[in-house]
């Protein structure tokens, strides 16, 4: 009924291109129309403001000679106030936008190592965006966005780059470990010598302690028992610690037999060779 009367529905986010007697004449906004079809006035057809995206697959190599695929998305649109341009100057959108981001791609990926294709990624989206802008502009449309959403590498060279970057970081545990084998051996070396140290010392207190101990039994006993010399004090401790040494022997059901001179003169060979001994060192200082 509409059309029997010239009224025609325009919807939102869309323009119609109207003709007249086969010419343009006008772009209709959305919403209703009156287009009397004795005037010889037509709808010559619609065109979307959506934007809209184009996904370009795009073979390409690098150079270092490495076969890839390039994905890059395009988002676009037609410009109202250029629909006229939109609607007659082109016939095929997508073909014409594929055609501008295959030479685009083309031109840029073969200046760059693989590497660095990976890592300019957004420039290689701009170069295309700008190529785009300027020559879609002309058509009547806008380039809102371009996107290089992937670069896919031949099956081979992702395998190879895959092993490069495992064995890279097999190497970096490799040298963690080593390092911390390292750390704790130089730790434990070092709590050794600090052991080490810490017994000596003690060992040193002890031998001071007994030597202080010596010194103030001897002194004590010179002043209880007059008339004995340092000599027989002396004599009188080495017995003394010869008995406590033989206990202590004996008192231990884990040692083993020891075969030692027993007697009286043996403790007084004991002395003497204690006596030499000492006055030895004190010679040779």
Not at 85 to 113: C, E, H, M, W
Not at 145 to 166: C, F, G, S, W
Request: glycine share 6%; aromatic share 6%.
């Amino acid at each position: 009924m509409g059309q029997c009367l010239g009224l025609v529905q325009i919807d939102q986010s869309n323009v119609a291109i109207k003709e007249t007697f086969g010419k343009f004449s006008g772009v209709l906004e959305p919403g209703c129309h009156c287009l009397p079809w004795c005037f010889g006035q037509q709808i010559a057809g619609y065109l979307s403001l959506r934007v809209k995206q184009l996904d370009v697959r795009c073979d390409t190599k690098t150079k270092d000679n490495v076969f890839v695929t390039v994905v890059a998305s395009v988002q676009y649109r037609a410009l109202a106030d250029k629909a006229c341009d939109a609607f007659y100057k082109l016939s095929n959108t997508k073909g014409q936008i594929q055609s501008y981001v295959f030479d685009v791609i083309r031109a840029t990926v073969p200046k760059l190592n693989l590497d660095d294709a990976f890592e300019q990624k957004n420039d290689i989206a701009k170069a295309v965006e700008d190529e785009l802008e300027k020559a879609m502009s002309t058509y009547g449309y806008e380039i809102v966005q371009t996107l290089i959403i992937d670069i896919e590498p031949d099956v081979h060279v992702k395998r190879a780059m895959n092993e490069i970057n495992a064995a890279a970081r097999l190497r970096v545990a490799a040298n963690e470990k080593a390092e911390a084998e390292k750390i704790l051996q130089i730790k434990k070396a070092e709590g050794e010598a600090e052991s080490k140290y810490l017994a000596g010392v003690g060992v040193a207190r002890q031998r001071q302690a007994i030597v202080d101990g010596l010194r103030d039994s001897v002194l004590a006993f010179s002043e209880n028992v007059p008339g004995t010399s340092a000599k027989d004090i002396m004599d009188m401790v080495l017995v003394t610690q010869y008995f406590d040494t033989m206990k202590e022997i004996g008192a231990n059901s884990k040692s083993s037999s020891v075969f030692i001179p027993h007697g009286p003169g043996a403790v007084r060979d004991v002395a003497a060779q204690i006596r030499d001994g000492l006055l030895q060192a004190n010679a040779q200082q």
